[in-house]
């Protein structure tokens, strides 16, 4: 389905086909007006508008291949819309940024913009400092009533996500690719939630997969429909610290939490500190004062508070499954792995347990789903 107020919408979303982005989409609306009167414009003309050659071949490719019925058919089959720049519905936050998308790609209930909305993002590779730390500023915020923005990646992303579903605030998922290329797939399920509560979002068109060079690029959407970013855990050249310098270039507010100086993880995250990209803070209290954001018993909701879920919000959120029993070996070994990724060798001496021992020690606590390998040799605690 589509949120359009006008006929024009197809053409939009030929163009947006054809690989025309917001700078050439600004051209042809300077130029010609409508997007209705750039579509039926002769070809010099489209030049005279400033399009590049390689564009306007697309754009006369797209006047002669494109078919609005089938484009139109296939948001209704996934229950998308599509947002141009002139639709009311359109964010009205993301159309401030530099660069935002002429057309954007929604499903779900609810959203995209919202009155209160935070970004947090962070690495895939998160340790269990950057758990604990991302679940519990997640919490405050969402008890205030923030929507939480994030990218559905694996780690940090993840868990701001299920926070807001299991706190019951809306979340927003920004896509690398089209609206129901859900990339990992091992969030498919993570997604589906989402859409209950929230939405997915997208600039690409429908069956566009995922590729490395559009998630910088969705980076700025996710840090343009909050008010704010958090910057969780991220190391060095992180897709994490791109969302941070769009939001910083969008004179957004940027926060990140800080890490140990031992950690690879919280590289980015001081540095963005040290650069003052970023301003520094150090507990979900602290954070909801800089949003200027109160509770609704009047307090900042700080880690350990009891959680004034909703009761359908309560209903919904499944009780978490009681941890594995671990033996003294088992427990003498996790205890290493607190503050982050070890190599077999830097926890056998440690622990004082021989390398032999510390290996088949971590193969019984990644059955238990209690570690993970992050490379050849390398575990973390989970």
């Given amino acids: 389905m589509s949120d359009a107020t006008s006929s024009d919408l197809p053409q939009w979303l030929a163009l947006r086909r054809a690989g025309l982005g917001s700078s050439n989409f600004a051209l042809l609306l300077g130029h010609f007006g409508t997007i209705t009167a750039a579509w039926d414009a002769a070809a010099d003309e489209l030049v005279r508008a400033g399009l590049d050659a390689q564009f306007a071949r697309a754009f006369q490719k797209a006047r002669t291949t494109f078919d609005p019925a089938r484009e139109l058919d296939l948001l209704a089959k996934h229950d998308a819309r599509a947002l141009t720049w002139r639709d009311p519905a359109y964010p009205a936050i993301l159309r401030s940024i530099p660069q935002s998308p002429p057309v954007l790609f929604v499903r779900g209930t609810k959203g995209p913009e919202f009155a209160q909305a935070l970004a947090v993002v962070g690495t895939r590779h998160v340790t269990p400092y950057g758990r604990q730390a991302c679940e519990e500023f997640c919490t405050a915020v969402a008890r205030a009533g923030v929507a ?19 706190q019951g605030v809306p979340t927003v998922a920004v896509l690398a690719g089209g609206i129901e290329q859900v990339y990992p797939r091992e969030n498919l399920g993570l997604a589906n939630r989402i859409l209950e509560a929230g939405c997915l979002v997208s600039e690409y068109p429908v069956g566009i997969p995922a590729r490395p060079d559009y998630f910088p690029r969705r980076n700025r959407i996710l840090s343009g429909l909050a008010r ?4 969780v855990e991220a190391g060095e050249g992180s897709g994490a610290l791109h969302t941070a310098n769009w939001a910083f270039e969008q ?34 209290g602290q954070l909801c004062e800089e949003l200027n954001l109160v509770s609704a018993a009047g307090q900042f909701p700080l880690p350990g508070e009891p959680a004034r879920q909703p009761a359908a919000a309560a209903a919904r959120s499944a009780s ?12 003498r070994v996790l205890h290493w792995l607190q503050e982050g990724p070890r190599h077999v060798d830097e926890v056998s001496r440690a622990s004082g347990l021989a390398v032999a021992e510390v290996s088949a020690t971590l193969q019984v606590l990644e059955l238990k789903g209690l570690v993970r390998q992050d490379r050849p040799m390398v575990y973390a605690a989970l």
């Fill in 251 to 284: 004179q957004r507010d940027v926060f990140a939490i800080p890490g140990t100086i031992y950690s690879r993880q919280s590289a980015g995250t001081n540095q963005l500190i040290r650069e003052q990209t970023a301003r520094l803070v150090a507990s979900p």
């Fill in 320 to 331: 978490p499954l009681p941890r594995p029993p671990v033996n003294e070996g088992e427990g």
């Fill in 148 to 166: 939480i923005i994030s990218g559905l990646a694996r780690g940090v992303d993840t868990i701001a996500h299920r926070v807001a579903l299991e």
């Fill in 228 to 231: 704010a970013t958090l910057v």
